[in-house]
């Protein structure tokens, strides 16, 4: 069953315009893991986690020097320190380095009062919404016009390096991209000009900026 992000009327699998108001209906397809129905362009199954980006292949190389220098540095061992008699493992800090969030300035452009917010460059999941005890908002939209149709804890941006996708947390009148409904726990890309509505018909609506 396909839900039109124009009318919310239910049309069948397969359908590719609304039978109410006739607008072109989104591209959906099956999780190859679980089989739930999800937009063609979502980064993982809102249903079960799984991931639809593709395996990157692996590079090979036929320098000698380069292939004994990665296997040199793959076989490294972690540390083990004993210091009064206690064992103490130094992790390797090649193995557990992390990846720290991008210092890219992104922005929301809120299109009812054409007010910029900022997407804090210090967080790397920003979570929107209203003021609640279980999930603070870093990005609060209680000031905004007919906020009450925005959940306490409605979505949230992750950021990935250079890259920001949205994700809805199970919001009472949902997450809308470019008019399209998103399932609740899928991933979905961000890009320049997205246009991001918190609810029903618009009524709360940002633009994506970087």
Same mark, same amino acid.
């Given at each position: ?7 919310? &009327? ?143 804890? &409605? ?23 470019? &008019? ?6 899928? &991933? ?23």
């Amino acid at each position: 069953m396909i839900v039109c992000p124009n009318c919310v &009327h239910q049309n069948p699998e397969g359908a590719i315009n609304c039978e109410e108001c006739y607008t072109e209906l989104p591209c959906m397809i099956n999780c190859p893991h679980c089989g739930t129905s999800i937009l063609s362009n979502a980064v993982f199954c809102g249903s079960c986690g799984h991931s639809l980006q593709p395996a990157t292949p692996e590079l090979s190389t036929n320098n000698n020097l380069e292939s004994e220098s990665t296997e040199s540095v793959n076989n490294i061992e972690p540390l083990s320190l004993d210091i009064e008699g206690e064992n103490i493992v130094a992790v390797d800090p090649i193995a557990s380095a992390t990846v720290l969030p991008s210092n890219k300035t992104a922005k929301l452009m809120q299109v009812q009062t054409s007010t910029s917010v900022e997407i804090p460059n210090s967080l790397s999941v920003i979570n929107i919404g209203k003021p609640n005890e279980i999930l603070p908002p870093d990005i609060d939209v209680s000031g905004f016009p007919n906020s009450e149709i925005v959940s306490r804890v &409605h979505a949230r941006l992750i950021r990935e390096n250079d890259e920001f996708f949205i994700e809805d947390l199970g919001s009472a009148n949902g997450t809308y991209i470019n &008019h399209l409904p998103l399932q609740k726990g899928g &991933h979905y890309p961000l890009k320049t000009g997205d246009q991001i509505a918190l609810g029903k018909e618009n009524k709360v609506t940002f633009i994506f900026q970087i």
